[in-house]
Every structure is written in C-alpha cells, then in structure tokens.
C-alpha cells in the first residue's frame, strides 16, 4: 500500500486557495488587459471575453496543478501534500 498523505490543517488549506486565486486574478488580469487594452490607470478593467478567459485560466491552473503537478504554487509553499490518481 502507499504512503499514506497527512492531511494539512483546513487554515493552510483555505490560506493556501486563496493565495493562488488572488496571485491568479491579479497577474493573469494584467497579463490578459495588457494583450487586449483594458488596462487602465487604476489597475485593469475586463468584460466580455477576456474575462472569461481569466476565469478560464484559473479553473485550468487549479485542475491542473491539483491532478498533474502535485498541488499548486502555494500548497508548495505551505507544503501541502495533495495524493496523484495513479
């Protein structure tokens, strides 16, 4: 049998996703209103499209990283073990 995987504490867990969907939201919104011109001079402005896009990318990097990568940047940091499908 494997390794069993401890479970991290819910605080790291919860501290954990929001960090990454903050660093996602900021730099991926300024990435995306950068190619796309809604950046302005308080920050960036998306509607339509490339905000779905945003939402898309983010639901992307979690699946992802979560099933493929082992966890994302931020369970790395606090390390914070997430099991792989086999």
Same mark, same amino acid.
């Given at each position: ?13 919860v501290t954990a996703a ?17 190619? %796309?011109g809604g950046l302005t ?22 699946f992802v990283c979560r099933?493929?990568?082992?966890? %994302? ?14």
């Open positions: 049998m494997a390794d069993e995987i401890k479970r991290a504490a819910i605080w790291k867990r929001i960090l990454d969907f903050v660093m996602l939201f900021f730099i991926g919104g300024f990435a995306i209103a950068s190619l %796309t001079s308080n920050g960036f402005k998306l509607q339509g499209a490339p905000s779905l896009v945003l939402l898309a990318i983010i639901a992307v990097y979690f099933r493929y990568a082992g966890g %994302t940047l931020w369970d790395r940091i606090f390390r914070i073990q997430r099991p792989q499908p086999e």
